[in-house]
């Protein structure tokens, strides 16, 4: 069988007994308990025999946390860093742009 056909198998014996749970409340509120025909249960799917192992799939807590720490600086350092710099070359193209203004309005004139 396929993959996505054994999903779909799995999802519809979940469904059914969503349905079934469903049934079993609204017959113990309208007290029909014994009205209700059994419904043909579907079996569940069996796990399939060459699953891998869990220790296999799943890494250990500390093999997930340093995949994921961070080796460089922290991110407010870099980002304070950046503003500075963008700060600092804004600050010059302003004087040059002053400058520009200057040298060829007044020095001309």
Do not use: H
């Not at 014994?34 to 399939?48: D, G």
């Not at 503003?83 to 193209?93: E, P, R, S, T």
Request: proline share 8%.
């Amino acid at each position: 069988m396929s993959d996505r056909l054994k999903d779909l198998q799995r999802q519809r014996a979940l469904a059914q007994e969503q349905l079934d749970w469903l049934d079993r409340e609204i017959a113990r509120e309208t007290g029909a308990a014994a009205t209700l025909p059994p419904r043909s249960a579907t079996p569940p799917m069996p796990e399939p025999a060459n699953r891998p192992s869990a220790s296999a799939v799943a890494p250990s807590a500390e093999q997930i946390l340093a995949q994921y720490q961070s080796r460089g600086r922290p991110m407010a350092e870099e980002a304070k860093r950046g503003c500075i710099l963008y700060f600092i070359v804004g600050m010059i193209l302003l004087v040059l742009a002053v400058g520009a203004v200057f040298l060829l309005k007044y020095k001309r004139g």
